[in-house]
Each structure stands twice: as structure tokens, then as C-alpha cells.
């Protein structure tokens, strides 16, 4: 993300702005004032937050996941937004065999120092895709012939009772409003986890792991 100082301008601004368009960069015109809140370092007018990671993308991605020989498994977060689940997430999903995980651009966990800690490093390795649309990757993931799942409070069945096999797409909601009805609308199934005790719910990085162990449980040896 950017923020460019109002009335920039010049060849290096010009360049910049070519690079932005043609990688999609979201950017920002802001006055001087609002750049030197941030830092008072030498910064020419222009600010840039740079990633921690580097983003895959998912219609790349699939084909070699295919072409492995695997049968795909793709966790889908829809706005898991707390910095530690996410990371613990992707620590479950690198340790128990899930392929990637995709996230939106907006309304989901920042990729911060404590979100890879919390991954145990995973996030330096483990593919990352971040989609502007979640409803259209999913779209994009069913049209390539994967089985769309989502993991919720009130699930159709228990996920040890539904078949999870084949290519797999796992749709994990947010933690205080779940699965937005866009994306539940698309789904094929929806699979719930059994709670015995008087606690009606799981933290939703604990629940993600047990998700994840079913369905390669399910799978055999990936």
C-alpha cells in the first residue's frame, strides 16, 4: 500500500504511478502532513508498507497443484481478521498437508511479525494467495473442479460423517460473523464439528486444525 503526497509530480512520479497500475498497487493521494505522521525520514513524498510475504496467485497456483498429481485442498478465510488465529491457521494448514490458503485484500488478518511468530515461520514458505474477490476465487475454485465446503456452527453434518475426498475447497468465516451468505450461497456443503461440552463453539484456528487432520484423515497419506 501507498500513500503519495498531494501534487507530486516529475518522471520518477510518472514511473512510479506505470508500476502501480500495471501491479494493481493500492494507492493513496494524501497531503505532506499525513506522510509525516507516520515517519519523519527522508520519504521524497512517497510512503510504501511492504509485505512480509510474497502473495501467490490461486489460477497459478491450482494448475501445479494438479499437475503434482494431488488432489487439491484449499483453505478459503472470509475475514478471519485476528493476526494470531491467522498465523495459527497457517501453521495447522502447513504441518496437516493443506495446499494454500487464500484471504481477500480486505477485511482480513494483517501478515505482521506476530502473525508469523504465531505460524511458527510457516508464512515464509507455506502459499499465500490474496484475492480481491473471495466470491469469484470460489466461483473459480468450483469451475476448476473443486468440491466447495464450508465449516460452520450449524453445519448439515458432522465433518466425520461427510465424504471430503478429491479436490477440496474449505471455507473458514470470520470470527464473530462466520460466512458471509454470498459465499454460502455457492457452497456444496456445510459440515459442522460435534461440541459435547457446555462451551457451544471453538477458537476458529483450533476448529481449522481439526477441519484440516479430517478431511487428510479421510485421504490417507498425502
Keep these: 500500500r501507498l500513500l503519495v503526497k498531494q501534487g507530486l509530480q516529475g518522471p520518477l512520479y ?4 506505470t508500476v502501480v497500475r500495471e501491479n494493481n498497487i493500492s ?6 502532513e499525513r506522510i509525516e505522521i ?13 509485505s512480509l510475504i510474497e502473495y501467490q496467485k490461486i489460477e497459478n497456483l491450482l494448475p501445479m497443484i494438479y499437475e503434482s498429481g494431488q488432489d ?33 485484500e480486505k477485511g482480513s488478518a ?8 504465531t505460524s511458527a515461520g510457516a508464512l515464509h514458505t507455506f502459499p499465500v494467495c490474496r484475492e480481491k474477490s473471495i466470491t469469484k476465487t470460489v466461483d473459480f475454485l468450483k469451475k476448476s ?14 465433518i466425520a460423517d461427510t465424504g471430503l475426498t478429491g479436490p477440496l475447497a474449505l ?24 461440541m459435547r461440552g457446555e462451551i457451544g463453539s471453538l477458537n476458529v484456528s483450533v476448529a481449522t486444525g481439526i477441519m484440516i487432520y479430517e478431511i487428510t484423515r479421510q485421504r490417507g497419506t498425502r
Design 110 to 117: 494483517r501478515i505482521t511479525a506476530d502473525a508469523v511468530k
Design 145 to 158: 473442479g473443486l468440491k466447495i465446503v464450508a465449516a460452520a456452527e450449524r453445519g448439515a453434518s458432522d
Design 171 to 194: 471455507i473458514i468465516g470470520s470470527e464473530d460473523k462466520g460466512i458471509s451468505r454470498e459465499l454460502m450461497a455457492i457452497t456444496d456443503e456445510s459440515v459442522k464439528i460435534p
Design 14 to 17: 510518472r514511473e512510479l504511478m
Design 27 to 32: 494507492y493513496q493521494t494524501v497531503p505532506l
Design 72 to 104: 487439491p485442498l484449499i483453505l478459503v478465510l472470509d475475514g478471519v481478521s485476528d493476526v494470531r488465529n491467522f498465523g495459527a491457521i497457517v501453521r495447522s494448514a502447513e504441518c496437516l498437508g493443506a495446499d494454500a490458503i487464500v484471504i481477500p
Design 38 to 50: 507516520v515517519t519523519r525520514k527522508n520519504h521524497q513524498g512517497v510512503l510504501a508498507w511492504l
